[in-house]
Nanobody, 124 residues
Framework: QVQLVESGGGLVQAGGSLRLSCAAS????????MGWFRQAPGKEREFVAA????????YYADSVKGRFTLSRDNAKNTVYLQMNVVRPEDTAVYYC?????????????????WGQGTQVTVSS
């Protein structure tokens, strides 16, 4: 089993910054990286960013490229999503997830383990 716990969400003004954390425990060797997704009210869950363990490759949705950055603390089994220059349209519940298919790391179909989510609200 894999457990993922997100933290760091909250209310932030447009143009500000926020850092989300995802702590993983359990069978962390069983997945290929870590991803972040988000879901706004009335919308489908969408890909935000992901990192592949094998080569450290990072992938970002076009909507967050240049503003969001992934990083990792191996000792803590934690992945961070640094969110800069946030916009009201970034408002959503953010989920971290663990992929079980290496070739679907930017696709929610590749993910089998999900955290409970953390709310991010950006005020204008």
């Amino acid at each position: 089993q894999v457990q993922l716990v997100e933290s760091g969400g909250g209310l932030v003004q447009a143009g500000g910054s926020l850092r989300l954390s995802c702590a993983a425990s359990g069978r962390t060797f069983s997945f290929y990286g870590m991803g972040w997704f988000r879901q706004a009210p009335g919308k489908e869950r969408e890909f935000v960013a992901a990192v592949r363990w094998s080569d450290g490759s990072a992938y970002y949705a076009d909507s967050v490229k240049g503003r969001f950055t992934l990083s990792r603390d191996n000792a803590k089994n934690t992945v961070y999503l640094q969110m800069n220059v946030v916009r009201p349209e970034d408002t959503a519940v953010y989920y971290c997830a663990a992929p079980v298919y290496n070739n679907l790391i930017a696709d929610r179909r590749g993910y089998s383990y999900w955290g409970q989510g953390t709310q991010v609200t950006v005020s204008s």
